[in-house]
């Protein structure tokens, strides 16, 4: 139905022309799920914009020939494409959002798509949308299409998304990373209604995602690609399964699997100049370690943990109304938990669940308000009480989850690597701050001359090493990562938790996991808590809970997260 | 140095921009002529043994009368008019840049204090700023001239002409920077670069100057171009309205009032080259404003 | 939604007490009100006399409060120069200055919101090119020079216009009208094309930079991916969503309006509030000033209440 041939986008820039992607072929056939997966950079979603004929100004197709069906795509005047887009093709984007226009009903924008492309009257475009909802799964669709987008919850917006896509029945529609955006549950009735909806309609897909799970569970075919160029294309079960080419391959064993731990990650990329710098990072091993004088096994004993007892967030609602007080929002009901000295803690749960809230208690960003927690033997101050020069402040660092926005972009590496060691006044000797600083780059895997750069000249995976390395500069005893890996792509991530994993051995630092990622917390933690609405679900050692799950809600959790059948990769 | 200027966008956008290149030329012209104007212009049109009832009136040069010694021709008062306009825009130069810093000091602060400390500080920053949106510049200005004629003894109010000028514009530019400064704040305090810094237990101050400061800079340099503007502009027009810099220490905007008891008369240049001149000034100014918001927010591009 | 209301309800009234502070610290320490109200020749004990009658030497928040109180009754007490009721020297002027204001506004909104438009749906066009440069040229001329110019060109040179004064008005009730006679309009052009030109570049400007911004939102981006035509893509959604963030700064450029209305007015000898006021400064008269402002603010606080309500009339988020 789709054929894409030899297609290769390019975008003039300053440096003159550059390509995104290059000699793409795909093939979609009616009812087909065509899976395109890539990390970023892979130019999957410039593939899914130059079929759709939505290419972001300046970029242009260079060469190629999109077909669907008979229609030559590339031959149309402007007028004849626009006319083409909603009618045989359509697409659905990431967000649910910012994908509707926030100042128009749901039947005004259904009604208006469909009399765009079909000649009938408003009253049976209305009926037509009704009946859509209905079967895309929105109850009592005839009440319902008279909201505004802002009244349907995430996953409900996504399916209002899918029927605007669907309403005028095309024959090929354009996913790119359709639940990206989602949590599980939402995420896995997505998947059977785009499944269903190709196997009921005849509809084709081309799904774009960075998430091989996805592609695992729905995907008929699927293509893997990499800066702009096909690296892979066949049947799923063939190309995950047995796959042929060696990114593939390093791809697939970089994915974290759900139903086994392993040791560690064989990683397919070597981002970082790892093996190069070895010897430059002892400086930053010694100074770790000799805090006490003391060998590396003994350093395990000055561990410390940490308990919380009772902890109880609140935060006062917006006021919406002028005669009724707003209802406090419990972000965090009363939880207790303990992190045993020298372990990792995984804390998992969906967006909302209060994860964040944890690490930012914790952390003295929030003031709770009642609870107790405690570092070791003492008395952690909680929020505003905590002075600015409390020694938990150094004891405790953090690891973010976003890398483009934790490193100041206007400092140099140097400055923001050395602000902890005088800052704490850990190291009087500027030189030495520098040397220390260079090593510790060297210890993260990291060339010790980006110590004379800015941030921006890193990629994610990089700033994440650097930001380690700030965190590591402190000499924490303590370390919360709230979601460090996902923002990175499933090779970065694969290094990153390497690290994380060796120094965490070798220093025996204590670590606060926090991920929505349950295959991820199953790799790195020892113990895990399933939070819920600020509510624990369930607690107890991870491998206990990933193979004999107690709360409803973990169940339900680990059927929903997708995964990849056991004999792949 | 095409390398150099390929890595620079803003720089590579400069360099392919003829128009933004010309106001720059032109804006860096007229800075160097008022900052060296004593220097450069051939008599002190604040010195009145420098020039002659005998030369008034002279018309510029391309017209019949004019003669090389008055390139741009005289006033009625014998006064060159290249020289009264290089000492008029030095005036209004060092009002605009002095109103805009002080302007700048005072609304980024607020701005950057409101941002970080939130709650109550911002809610009452905000009210100040709305009770100065309600009054708009040009009635600020007038009204803190007009509070000062008030207040100032006759004798210090000549001499304090240009502070009390100043300060009226400043007051009434804060409003601008304060949202602006606050508005890009908040950006930044949700980013975890700031909440790295809370956490450590660094203190206020070196959060906001050290790291927030230089994040938001780009929005502020915007806003700095544009109310440079916006302070010539209204240092004109106070001026114009008699209200601003008396007649024997003119700015532009008081050459423009002076010369508009020519406009019926024949002698066009007194009045028209003052106003070309100031809004030569100004166009160069907002080009360059317009150009790096376009650099900084590629969007609009 | 009313507790949206309430709240800016509840900020207007904080604007208002703050601007009569303002108005009456002008009036209370600026000069010696007592002075000025009687002349030299009366003594020292009349003055004093005065002084107590007037409740001068009452308690500062008690003056401050019986000041917001007549104002309230509409008693804004007599000018220093001509010592008539300000009240009634400023809302014989109200009805100038606003037809002024209205129609210059107007002007600025009809021209600069289709421009907007327009500019940002072409960026490259020459047309587009060419509204951009003349709107830099626009905001960078000030006003009283745009002023002297259309005189220059349309009065002087052309003669066809009057270049100062009202023209002819007709009396509806207490209102002074020019919007009845061909000689009123004829008065009008000059004076609001000159008022309206700066307002007319930043509402373009705008209207431009939002709606740039909206284009390429997702939504856009998704109506266009589903074939929504283009007229309907622009007009009902592109502009809409425009509009939200355009109405409230064009609410806060009414005051704009207002305060370039003093150099117009000036330029144009129109006898408007504004020119009252730059004459009431040159004479230091501070009732007339403070009155002035609270007038001022007062217009500015109702038009963003106004500005406030249509938002809500735009936006079903707000109605809760």
């Not at chain 1, 990291?446 to 402190?474: E, T, W």
């Not at chain 3, 002084?51 to 001068?56: I, P, V």
Request: proline share 5%.
């Amino acid at each position: 139905m789709l054929t894409v041939e030899n297609l290769t986008v390019r975008f003039p820039t300053r440096f003159g022309d550059t390509t995104a992607i290059e000699n793409i072929n795909i093939n979609v056939q009616a009812g087909e799920i065509h899976g395109l997966v890539g990390e970023s950079g892979a130019g999957k979603s410039t593939v899914g914009a130059a079929v759709i004929g939505l290419l972001q100004t300046p970029g242009y197709i260079a060469e190629g020939s999109i077909m669907l069906g008979d229609t030559d795509l590339r031959a149309l005047g402007v007028n004849q494409a626009h006319a083409l887009r909603g009618k045989r093709i359509s697409m659905i984007f990431q967000d649910p959002q910012t994908s509707l226009n926030p100042l128009m009903t749901v039947e005004d924008q259904l009604v208006e798509t469909i009399l765009a492309h079909e000649k009938m009257s408003a009253d049976e475009a209305r009926t037509r949308a009704i009946d859509l909802l209905e079967e895309i799964g929105i109850k009592n669709a005839a009440e319902r299409i008279k909201s505004w987008p802002h009244q349907f919850s995430g996953g409900m917006r996504q399916r209002v998304v899918i029927a605007l896509a669907l309403c005028t029945n095309p024959e090929l529609i354009i996913a790119d990373e359709p639940t990206t955006a989602l949590d599980v549950a939402v995420q896995s009735q997505v998947l059977d209604l785009i499944r269903s909806l190709a196997d009921k309609r005849k509809i084709g897909f081309i799904l774009i995602t960075h998430d091989i799970g996805v592609i695992a569970q729905i995907a008929d075919r699927v293509t893997v690609m990499r800066n702009g160029h096909v690296v892979e294309s066949g049947e799923t079960a063939q190309v995950l399964g047995r796959p042929k080419h060696a990114y593939t391959r390093a791809l697939m064993s970089a994915v974290p699997p759900m139903d086994h731990k392993i040791d560690r990650f064989s990683v397919p990329t070597t981002e970082g100049i790892e093996g190069t710098s070895v010897s430059t990072g002892d400086l930053a091993e010694q100074w770790l370690l000799e805090e006490k004088g003391l060998s590396e096994g003994e350093q395990k004993e000055l561990s410390i943990g940490l308990s919380i007892e009772a902890l109880d967030v609140r935060f006062s609602g917006t006021r919406k109304s002028l005669w009724r007080k707003p209802e406090d929002f419990i972000a965090l009901d009363k939880i207790s938990f303990n992190v045993k000295p020298g372990s990792i803690m995984g804390l998992v749960g969906e967006s909302g669940s209060g994860k964040s809230t944890v690490a930012k208690t914790i952390t003295g960003l929030i003031t709770p308000n009642s609870g107790t927690m405690m570092l070791g033997n003492e008395v952690l101050p909680a929020g505003k009480s905590r002075s600015r020069k409390h020694p938990s402040r150094r004891i405790i660092q953090m690891v973010f989850q976003d890398p483009y926005s934790s490193l100041n972009s206007r400092h140099k590496i140097g400055s923001i690597l050395t602000e902890p060691l005088w800052f704490y006044g850990l190291e009087k000797d500027p030189a030495k701050r520098q040397e220390l600083a260079a090593s510790m780059l060297a210890l993260v895997g990291m060339a010790p001359d980006a110590i004379d750069k800015y941030p921006h000249q890193f990629s994610g995976g990089q700033r994440q090493r650097i930001a380690v390395a700030r965190a590591l500069l402190a000499r924490p005893r303590f370390l919360i990562c709230d979601e460090p890996t996902s923002a990175l792509d499933v090779s970065i991530q694969a290094e990153i938790l390497n690290l994380l994993k060796d120094l965490q051995s070798k220093f025996g630092l204590t670590i606060l996991f926090i991920s929505h990622n349950l295959s991820v917390v199953r790799q790195m933690a020892d113990d895990m808590v399933v939070l819920r609405n600020g509510v624990i679900e369930e607690a107890g050692k991870t491998e206990d809970l990933f193979e004999r799950p107690q709360a409803e809600y973990t169940k339900k959790l680990l059927s929903l997260t997708p995964v990849m059948p056991k004999d792949w990769a | 140095m095409k390398e150099f200027i390929k890595r620079s966008e803003g720089l590579w956008l400069f360099t392919r921009s003829p128009a933004v290149m010309i106001a720059a030329v032109i804006a860096i012209l007229i800075f160097i002529g008022a900052a060296f104007a004593p220097w450069i212009a051939s008599v002190n049109p604040y010195d009145l043994g420098s020039f002659s009832l005998m030369d008034g009136l002279l018309p510029p040069i391309w017209q019949e009368g004019g003669i090389s010694q008055f390139m741009l021709g005289t006033d009625d008062q014998g006064r060159d008019m290249i020289s009264s306009i290089l000492y008029g825009a030095r005036l209004s130069l060092l009002i605009g840049l002095s109103a805009m810093a002080i302007a700048t000091v005072l609304g980024v602060g607020l701005g950057l204090a409101a941002g970080f400390y939130g709650g109550r500080f911002d809610a009452i920053i905000m009210r100040i700023a709305d009770i100065q949106l309600a009054l708009p510049a040009i009635l600020t200005a007038l009204l803190i001239d007009g509070i000062a004629r008030g207040i100032l003894p006759p004798e210090v109010q000549q001499d304090l002409r240009v502070v009390v000028l100043t300060l009226a514009i400043a007051l009434s530019l804060w409003v601008n920077f304060a949202r602006t400064a606050r508005a890009s704040t908040f950006v930044e305090m949700n980013k975890e670069y700031v909440q790295a810094a809370i956490i450590m237990g660094q203190g206020p101050i070196r959060i906001m100057f050290i790291h927030i400061l230089p994040n938001i800079l780009g929005p502020l340099l915007v806003i700095m171009t544009v109310d440079l503007a916006s302070a010539i502009l209204l240092e004109a027009t106070l001026s114009f309205l008699g209200i601003g810099l008396a007649a024997d220490s003119p700015s532009l905007g008081t050459l423009i009032r002076i010369g508009m008891q020519f406009m019926l008369s024949g002698e066009w240049w007194i009045l028209w080259i003052p106003t070309l001149f100031l809004v030569a000034l100004v166009v160069s100014i907002n080009t360059l404003g317009d150009f790096m918001r376009d650099v900084f927010n590629p969007g609009l591009r | 939604m009313f507790y949206f209301i309430y709240k800016r309800l509840i900020q207007s009234v904080f604007v208002m007490l703050a601007v009569a502070f303002l108005a009456f610290s002008l009036f209370r320490f600026v000069g010696d009100p007592i002075t000025q109200m009687t002349g030299v020749e009366t003594s020292v004990v009349d003055q004093e006399r005065l002084r107590e009658e007037l409740g001068l030497n009452d308690p500062f928040i008690s003056q401050f409060g019986r000041f917001t109180v007549d104002m309230l009754q509409g008693d804004f007490g007599y000018s220093f120069r001509t010592r008539q009721p300000v009240a009634e020297m400023i809302a014989s002027r109200i009805p100038a200055t606003l037809e002024l204001g209205v129609v210059a506004l107007l002007i600025s909104l009809v021209v600069g919101i289709p421009a907007g438009v327009y500019t940002a749906l072409r960026p490259r066009g020459v047309i587009t090119q060419t509204i951009l440069i003349t709107t830099l040229i626009g905001i960078s001329i000030p006003t009283f020079v745009i002023g002297i110019m259309l005189i220059f060109l349309f009065g002087v040179q052309l003669g066809w216009l009057p270049t100062f004064g009202r023209g002819e008005t007709v009396n509806i009730g207490f209102w002074e009208s020019s919007f009845f006679s061909i000689d009123g309009w004829r008065a009008l052009i000059l004076p609001a094309v000159t008022l309206g030109v700066y307002q007319l570049t930043l509402t373009m400007r705008l209207v431009r930079a939002q709606m740039m911004d909206v284009m390429r939102s997702d939504y856009i981006r998704f109506a266009t991916a589903r074939g929504v035509p283009m007229r309907q893509l622009y007009f009902r959604h592109a502009l809409a969503n425009t509009m939200v963030p355009v109405i409230t700064i064009i609410g806060l450029q009414f005051g704009g309006v207002i305060a370039f209305s003093i150099v117009t007015e000036s330029v144009f000898q129109w006898p408007g509030m504004g020119l009252l006021f730059l004459e009431s400064i040159r004479f230091v008269d501070i009732p007339v000033m403070g009155v002035y402002l609270v007038v001022i603010a007062f217009f500015f606080v109702v038009v963003n209440l106004l500005v406030d309500l249509l938002y809500v009339a735009i936006d079903p988020r707000l109605r809760v």
